[in-house]
């Protein structure tokens, strides 16, 4: 099949202590992630000096709908100091290939002995196939 060559969707703002899928498989069509970029986006907070840390899962479908996130598919945990910008980048694309297999973002905020709240906002780079 051929890729669409379109965008993945827009940035996703991932609340302090949410989790939010970013990018979803769905009928089957493949996606391939290039590249995840997040931003801790603590303009206008109280939380201008403190680091804001974010987990990426790569979760697979559970029976055709989106499964869950945990420790054995995380694939990224970092810190991002206020205003600063992250750009994963593996060296091959992350491939996606069932109905549900997902992207998913977790913004710890007070979680893990976390101390900022701050809004983190996410784009997936990449291609999926067309129909």
Known sequence: ?????????????VSAGSTAG?????????VYVKSIAIHNANVG??????????????VPNSGGSAGTASAGNRIFRGAL???????????YPITLESTGDSIVVFN???????????????????DKEGS
């Open 22 to 30: 970013i990018v979803t498989v769905t009928s089957n069509l493949k």
């Open 108 to 126: 710890e905020g007070t979680y893990n002995g976390g101390v900022a709240d701050n809004d983190v906002v996410v784009l997936v780079i990449g």
């Open 1 to 13: 099949m051929a890729l669409r060559r379109g965008n993945l969707g827009f940035p996703v703002t």
């Open 81 to 91: 100091e206020p205003d600063d910008t992250f750009l994963f980048e593996p060296n």
């Open 45 to 58: 907070t109280a939380n201008t000096d403190l680091t804001q840390t974010v987990q990426v899962h790569v």
